[in-house]
């Protein structure tokens, strides 16, 4: 992760998944709804009633952020976290108890040792522990409730993988990777694929990449005067 050298030199707010590896780096961070959601359906599916709670305010809240222009009111943005708030305490009252029960063997003994948590047990956690970030597509209207975006730009290499098969060579590897990349980019920044082609073709640099470029060339500027 540190070698792509885009996480460890970003700052600005990343939506990504709880992976652990995420939270070591010094950005801010928001958490994918998304996935949540997947995990939330799963807790729901085992009986826990405080997941289907949990998945029906944050469906809520993704209606009122768009029907709002993209952020709440502050009154809203306060009863959104009081709920969510309220939901996890029940959450653990729900939890705890199953917790307990399943620390018990077959022969209804405690098991030896400290046994794993339960998946729904350390979703619990991470929602109880990252309820900023969770929340942030509410507050911050820069900030979307999923990063499914991101990661349809970078699933066509799973699937180049299963339908093609994989590149001859590191290096025409990574000249797709890079060509997929900047076209990917310029689709983002409202640039058809044909056009972004024909740019690369005719040697044209596209003015997102030349603003970043001189924004680059001027924090270097800054950085050596100092």
């Known amino acids: 992760m540190d070698a792509g050298g885009i996480l460890n ?3 600005n707010i990343a939506v990504t998944d709880c992976l652990a590896s995420f939270w070591v780096y010094d950005f801010v961070h928001a958490v994918c709804g998304v996935h949540i959601l997947r995990e939330l359906l799963t807790s729901a599916q085992c009986g826990y009633e405080w997941a289907v709670k949990m998945s029906a305010l944050l469906v809520c809240l993704v209606k009122k952020v768009n029907d709002n222009g993209g952020v709440l009111r502050p009154r809203m943005q306060n009863n959104a976290r009081n709920k969510y708030k309220e939901i996890i305490t029940q959450a653990y009252a729900e939890t705890m108890p199953r917790e307990k029960t399943s620390k018990l063997n077959k022969h ?3 098991t030896v040792g400290r046994p794993p948590k339960s998946p729904t047990m350390n979703l619990l956690i991470r929602l109880d522990e990252r309820k900023d970030d ?4 509410t507050t911050d209207k820069e900030v979307p409730f999923t990063n499914n ?3 349809r730009a970078i699933r066509w290499v799973k699937l180049h993988q299963k339908i093609s098969g994989c590149f ?3 290096e025409t590897g990574q000249g797709h990777c890079h060509l997929m990349s900047y076209i990917m ?3 983002q920044h409202g640039i058809s ?4 082609v024909e740019m690369l073709v005719k040697g044209e640099t596209p003015l997102f990449i030349r603003e970043w470029l001189d924004m680059l060339a001027e924090d270097k500027t800054i950085s050596e005067a100092a």
């Open 193 to 196: 694929d044909y056009d972004a």
């Open 134 to 137: 969770m929340l942030r597509f």
């Open 149 to 151: 975006r991101a990661e």
């Open 168 to 170: 001859r060579c590191m």
């Open 108 to 110: 209804g003994k405690t």
């Open 9 to 11: 030199n970003f700052k």
């Open 185 to 187: 980019t310029c689709r």
